[in-house]
């Protein structure tokens, strides 16, 4: 696959590393703008040097903890305020927490991160990229949606019984929930909604944990994991290829869409968990 994206803006977060700074990497040499959102200053200016440095382009970073509500929408309104269309948006960033943390929000974090921030940011963009002609939404899900039979509503934020897997698993979940809700409620604005999963990607999630079993059962996998270039595929795929430029609402495995199974199929858990989160950020469509 090499697409031409020149003249087109893309807004990745999650972009200093694993699969995120990969696909940066590879849309930028394709001759995609990049603006990227990243915590980390230092991260961001490398980054930022390397793209130029790849293919002459400038990047743009924009620094945000995306575990808050209000750092999500300030990025947004930050990308806003550069007055630049929006062609492909990719949902990137993910966090898996072993033991329970809790958000200034009193979001649970991985709630917080991996889907709170993914309805927010794109839904408050949602217009710039009407505005710009249509474009692509592609959000990072993960296999991991299967851990989970269905979303526990009655403890989103998983004060009751926190088990790091699950946890993963539900927010995974919902990220295929949310990319099914809104490309259905997008269908007739020449916007597609997808998402994917990486694979088992040798990157740096999971290593913020301090466990012992969670450090040595991510070191036991990593001699069968894709190397993160191999985990981007999918993600630039989904951004790039004119294959998918009409496909929607889909969930994709190594370039190819996958049957969901459960719960990831279900309209009504779909709709309850757009309900349920459009009441938690304060947000909903237009």
């Known amino acids: 696959m090499n697409e031409n994206l020149k003249n087109k803006v893309c807004l990745v977060t999650g972009a ?5 700074l990969e696909a940066a990497k590879a849309l930028n040499k394709m001759g995609a703008e990049i603006v990227f959102i990243a915590r980390n200053n230092e991260k961001a ?5 390397d793209l130029l440095s790849d293919s002459g382009n400038q990047a743009t970073s924009i620094i945000a903890d995306l575990s808050l509500q209000s750092e999500v929408k300030r990025a947004a309104d930050e990308f806003l305020s550069l007055n630049k269309p929006l062609h492909i948006l990719l949902n990137n ?3 898996m ?6 958000t200034a929000d009193g979001f649970e974090e991985v709630f917080s991160v991996n889907h709170l921030a993914y309805f927010s940011l794109t839904l408050m963009l949602l ?8 474009g692509r ?3 990072v899900a993960s296999m991991a949606y299967r851990f989970v039979n269905e979303m526990n509503f009655e403890d989103l934020h998983s004060k009751e019984n926190y088990k790091g897997l699950k946890v993963y698993g539900q927010s995974k979940l919902a990220n295929i929930l949310f990319t099914r809700s809104l490309a259905s409620r997008v269908r007739d604005d020449n916007i597609t909604v997808n998402c994917l999963h990486p694979g088992y990607v ?3 999630i999971g290593l913020n944990n301090k ?11 990593r001699p069968f994991a894709k190397k993160t270039d191999k985990g981007a595929e999918t993600s630039i795929y989904l951004c790039a290829s004119k294959e998918v430029e009409k496909v929607s609402g889909e969930y994709f495995v190594d370039c190819k869409i996958e049957e969901l199974i459960g719960s990831a199929k279900n309209e009504e858990q779909a709709n309850k968990l757009w309900s349920v989160s459009s009441e938690l950020t304060g947000i909903d469509l237009n």
Do not use: H, P, Y
Request: zero cysteines.
């Open 16 to 20: 200093t590393n694993g699969i995120g």
């Open 45 to 49: 200016k490398s980054l930022k040097e």
């Open 93 to 95: 960033a993910g966090i």
């Open 97 to 102: 927490n072993r033991e329970r943390k809790e």
């Open 127 to 134: 217009d710039k990229m009407k505005s710009t002609g249509g």
């Open 137 to 139: 939404v592609v959000n």
């Open 202 to 204: 040798d990157t740096g």
């Open 211 to 221: 466990g012992f079993f969670v450090r040595m059962l991510m070191n036991l996998g």
